[in-house]
């Protein structure tokens, strides 16, 4: 399948025409948007959001911390809309894209400040577009992290609770972190 914004997945899953997507926000769905959608009640990761920049003298505390700086991020990522919307981050500051090869090369010709994205996803991007002798470095600390959630359509409900029992119990017997240690060294 090929790789869809994340609106787009979200319209996908809520129709049947795909069975799940492992990350989003607990409070993804919490107007309802999408009334097919059930949340996994077990987060499946947690994810640090970082500032990928050019600039110098850029500062990390928090989303006011950037507020005067120009923002490019992936539309439909809501940890990040919430951010900038409860920072009061001015629209003329935000420049939402539609992948991250294209926020990255927009943040190279000086089309925006800024990146948010997990770091793992903002390295490859680099690596992936050949801008890692850019001048594009990674600042810390993290923005802020996010817990992710799987989320099914309605019709996997009874596999949405073994999923989250088995999370759970992978958890507690330390299963979970051997696995993600493995993938993540």
Avoid: C
């Amino acid at each position: 399948m090929k790789a869809l914004p994340p609106n787009r997945i979200a319209m996908a899953l809520d129709r049947g025409h795909i069975d799940g997507d492992a990350h989003r926000i607990y409070e993804f769905n919490d107007g309802n948007m999408y009334p097919n959608l059930i949340r996994v009640e077990e987060p499946i990761q947690a994810v640090d959001q970082s500032v990928f920049t050019k600039h110098r003298g850029i500062t990390v505390n928090g989303w006011k911390s950037l507020i005067n700086h120009r923002i490019l991020y992936i539309k439909g990522i809501k940890a990040i809309e919430n951010g900038l919307d409860q920072a009061g981050f001015p629209q003329k500051n935000r420049l939402g894209v539609y992948d991250i090869d294209t926020a990255f090369k927009l943040l190279n010709v000086g089309r925006g400040d800024m990146v948010v994205v997990s770091p793992s996803t903002g390295r490859n991007a680099l690596n992936k577009l050949g801008l890692t002798h850019s001048g594009i470095k990674l600042l810390s600390p993290p923005l802020f992290t996010i817990q992710l959630y799987p989320y099914m359509n309605k019709k996997h409900a009874l596999l949405a609770e073994k999923l989250a029992h088995e999370l759970r119990s992978m958890k507690t017997s330390g299963e979970y972190d051997k696995i993600r240690n493995s993938i993540s060294h």
